[in-house]
């Protein structure tokens, strides 16, 4: 994940057209479950892998994002306001779900234009 996060954002060398969202991976796993059940069950660790290191990427609304504020709330000996972390938050969710409609975007279109 972190790799491919550096080759989207730093090095540019993975297009997001190669980054599918919910319907990409509902395509993938049917894919993947008439391979049979132990490719299912590898890819379905695979995706379980792959949220777990998201939930800790430092987005104010994920559980890596509260740890950012936790480290902050320590250096500094008091917690972030309630104003900065409301519009960090409100940053964080509409980041999310930016990311959310455009990769679902890109996955119907995939479908249309494929089919």
């Known amino acids: 994940v972190y790799?491919?996060?550096q080759r989207l954002v730093?090095?540019?060398s993975v297009g997001v057209e190669h980054v599918s969202g919910p319907l990409g991976i509902v395509k993938i796993g049917s894919?993947?479950?008439?391979m049979g059940m132990v490719q299912l069950l590898f890819f379905l660790a695979?995706?379980?892998a792959n949220l777990a290191v998201i939930n800790f990427l430092?987005?104010?609304i994920v559980d890596g994002g509260?740890?950012?504020?936790l480290?902050?709330?320590k250096?500094?000996?008091s917690p972030v306001s309630e104003r900065v972390l409301g519009y960090s938050q409100v940053v964080g969710v509409v980041l999310i779900l930016s990311l959310m409609i455009y990769v679902t975007y890109n996955d119907l279109m995939r479908w249309v234009f494929a089919g």
């Open 3 to 5: 790799t491919m996060i």
């Open 58 to 60: 430092p987005l104010p």
């Open 75 to 77: 250096i500094k000996g």
């Open 46 to 48: 695979i995706i379980s």
């Open 31 to 34: 894919d993947f479950a008439r």
């Open 66 to 69: 509260l740890m950012v504020f």
């Open 71 to 73: 480290i902050v709330e």
């Open 10 to 12: 730093v090095s540019r």
